[in-house]
């Protein structure tokens, strides 16, 4: 150690190349490679294994007690059924609705709320309190309130001479009404990021916009909105990813029904998982992969590209 | 970064169930303790805890305790889970029927094909725990039936009898719902009570193709392409279309149901007997305001029961303890054993033992379902039990058709599809 230390100032004199020729054989020096052999130990048994394992056994049928390899069978079983496949639809339908919701919500209410306004601070607090309450409590809750006849929310509108919809008995309405207390759970921690990015846009852009006469639309759309970009990616994609592979609330709320109203991939999975189709259960794993990232990557490369031209 | 936290929960699962596993490795029974593995419904804790109690009593050798497992599919596959890592109790309780071809009882059951209590099951039984002619469990506890709960006040103010035919059934529906109340309650709200009027339908099947279930079996016949068999499904889009169903079927829940059929809000809930045990948990005083028929097929002449067999008292083959086993089960199947059980839970149906009678106290409803099993030909078991092919999807796919959906053919053909993945499974011949 002490070598090393009295090494350094020596080398930083020395020509460029000879500087990182050195320093790569005391970092091996240092660290020899069996340093990252507990860390990678560890990353091959409960990641690297399984999930070769799960894209093996997507391709079998598996009972627990032996397997059959069957190729893509399982694939080809995934999506044919009228059921599984809704499910896939339904995945793309929820991750894009509340995502979206979450990006001009969330934009909104940090643009208000980083605002000059009264109990900011209390406001603040109470459009992020959602994110802190479990989703199960939230979705047994709102479970409860949703009710079509003893529910909170219908007996509220029934006092004004409103009949409210079935919220999560219509099937028609099941998947919109999850993804509705999905949003307002979510939404908080969308207008967290919002307003960090907001208060990071420097002060003399709205000032300079001042001087030029610049209305307060027109502040925003060309100012305000190119700057807390950088905000606008990161909401999509933390978004996007959960809604893709949500599954708690939707569980909690409808199971998926009535019917298949409300499948989503994520619980199809699980109930393949559940009626004891281990393989067919992780193929759909494998499916549910495969979407987030070819929904994923080529967002997440548009957004870098989109950054880095900004 | 995109995966730091896929990472990191499949780590945290992987370790925790390595935990898991590890941590119930003491299944086995060592110094003359055992365990009896049942699920956790209350009633069966309560009866289980009882006969537990009783079999240590009347021996000195073996010391059982009990030890409770979820019910429903979680159980299903921790039953697999722990028969796969050999790490079973000596004895445990599990279906029988479709659930238990699925557990590979010829692989990991123990044979009791010679035990000295197999000459005195009913029957019916058999079947529905052996492979190949091997035996491998004993029942536990009393049958179970399928059909329809009535309101007997409502039946006697109107004057209606109980029906034989469908079309009479419907015609009392009609009948109740004229005088204000739900002419045939259903319960979405807990997704498998949907499924009765399918599932029960199947003595009305049978009486017309005995053969049914082997050739469904076999992936001869299905529910889409037998008339008889195709009937239920349109028996459900009948009541849920033609408005005789309660308003808010589809959030009500069973408890809610029951409320309803006690209090005579609804005159018809088709279900369980074993709704008798909720009845007199939270009606008390209406135990004898409901009773119980079998749902009726077109024809009055082969009327009959649906029955659902009693679990299985099943030994794992790597039990350390089989003497203490079957000792127990021999304990459990004895009529000092049942009438233990009936003391903390009683029994839903007739037993599945030729000369153990029901206890004297049992409401009406379910002392007057002896008339059915005495009747020759007048109960058939659930297809479930006479065949392994199950599909996950039923109720479900019933709640679609009796949410307006989809139509009665496209229901039975989907089942008839979901049906596939669970012969596959089993690796069926035909499929």
């Known amino acids: ?310 | 970064m995109l995966f730091s936290r896929r990472t990191f929960l499949a780590g945290a699962g992987a370790g925790a169930s390595v935990v898991a596993i590890t941590g119930c490795g003491s299944g086995g029974g060592s110094g003359g303790e055992v365990t009896f593995l049942v699920d956790n419904d209350p009633n069966n804790v309560v009866a289980t805890e009882l006969l537990i109690e009783a079999f240590n009593d009347s021996q000195a050798d073996y010391v059982f305790t009990m030890e409770t497992r979820p019910g429903g599919t979680e159980g299903d596959n921790l039953i697999k889970t722990r028969l796969s890592t050999q790490d079973m109790p000596d004895v445990f309780s599990y279906n029988s029927g479709s659930l238990f071809q699925a557990i590979r009882p010829a692989q990991n059951l123990l044979d009791l094909s010679d035990q000295p209590w197999v000459s005195r099951v009913a029957e019916v039984y058999p079947p529905s725990v052996s492979v190949e002619g091997a035996i491998y469990g004993a029942p536990h506890g009393g049958s179970n039936s399928g059909g329809i709960w009535y309101h007997k006040p409502t039946y006697e103010e109107l004057g209606l009898e109980v029906p034989l035919t469908w079309d009479d059934f419907i015609a009392n529906a009609e009948a109740a719902k004229s005088a204000g109340k739900h002419g045939i309650i259903q319960s979405y709200g807990d997704t498998y009570t949907s499924q009765f009027l399918v599932l029960a339908d199947f003595h009305n099947v049978a009486a017309v193709n005995p053969d049914f279930a082997e050739q469904y079996t076999a992936n001869e016949v299905g529910f889409a392409d037998d008339p008889t068999a195709f009937k239920a499904f349109e028996h459900v889009e009948q009541v849920t279309q033609g408005g005789l169903v309660n308003e808010d079927y589809v959030s009500t829940t069973l408890e809610q149901a029951l409320a309803y059929l006690a209090g005579g809000e609804g005159a018809h809930y088709p279900f369980f007997s074993s709704g008798m045990a909720e009845i007199k948990a939270t009606h008390a005083d209406k135990v004898e305001d409901v009773g119980f028929f079998a749902l009726p097929g077109d024809d009055p002449e082969t009327n009959g029961l649906t029955v659902w067999l009693p679990n299985g008292i099943y030994i794992p083959s790597t039990a350390e303890n089989q003497d203490a086993a079957t000792a127990f089960i021999e304990f459990a199947v004895s009529a000092e054993g049942l009438a233990a059980m009936a003391e903390g839970a009683q029994p839903t149906g007739p037993y599945m033992l030729t000369d153990v009678e029901l206890p004297e106290d049992v409401p009406t409803a379910i002392a007057d379902l002896q008339t059915y099993f005495d009747t020759d030909g007048a109960t058939t078991p659930a297809l479930e039990f006479s065949s392994p092919v199950k599909g996950p999807n039923l109720e479900n796919i019933l709640i679609e058709l009796g949410t307006g959906s989809i139509d009665a053919r496209t229901a039975a053909e989907r089942y008839d599809q979901d049906v596939e993945k669970q012969a596959q499974q089993l690796g069926l011949e035909g499929w």
């Not at chain 1, 100032?9 to 990182?20: D, I, L, T």
């Not at chain 1, 420097?202 to 905000?231: C, N």
């Not at chain 1, 559940?274 to 979407?291: D, E, R």
């Open chain 1, 1 to 310: 150690m002490s070598t090393a230390a009295l090494e350094r100032p020596a080398g930083e004199v020395r020509s460029r190349q000879g500087r990182a020729g050195r320093r790569s054989s005391y970092l091996a020096k240092a660290y020899p490679l069996w340093y990252y052999l507990p860390a990678g130990l560890l990353f091959l048994v409960f990641f690297a294994v399984p999930t070769f394992a799960s894209f093996f056994f997507s391709l079998t049928r598996w009972s627990l007690f032996d397997w059959e390899f069957i190729g893509l069978e399982n694939f080809r079983q995934f999506l044919s059924e009228p059921q599984l496949i809704g499910s896939l639809w339904n995945t793309l339908i929820y991750a894009f609705l509340t995502s979206g919701a979450k990006v001009v919500l969330g934009m909104a209410l940090g643009l208000l709320l980083t605002s000059q306004i009264r109990a900011q601070g209390l406001l603040r607090s109470m459009v992020f309190f959602p994110v802190l309450v479990s989703t199960i409590g939230v979705g047994v809750m709102f479970t409860t309130m949703m009710h079509p006849t003893d529910g909170l929310i219908n007996s509220t509108l029934a006092i004004v001479g409103i009949e409210g919809p079935k919220w999560l008995a219509n099937p028609q309405l099941a998947l919109f009404s999850v993804a509705l207390v999905d949003i307002w759970k979510g939404v908080g921690l969308a207008t967290v990021i919002y307003m960090a990015g907001i208060v990071a846009v420097p002060q003399e852009y709205y000032e300079a916009a001042k001087v030029d006469g610049s209305g307060s639309w027109s502040t925003f759309r060309h100012i305000t909105l190119p700057l807390v970009r950088p905000a606008t990616f990161t909401v999509i994609t933390l978004s996007l990813i959960g809604g893709l592979r949500s599954f708690d609330l939707i569980w909690a709320m409808t199971g998926g029904g009535p019917g298949f109203a409300s499948d989503v991939i994520a619980s199809v999975i699980y109930k393949q998982y559940q009626a004891g189709f281990y393989g067919l259960s992780t193929a759909g794993n494998v499916v549910l992969f495969a979407v987030v990232m070819v929904i994923v990557l080529p967002l997440n490369h548009f957004m870098r590209k989109a950054e880095v031209e900004q």
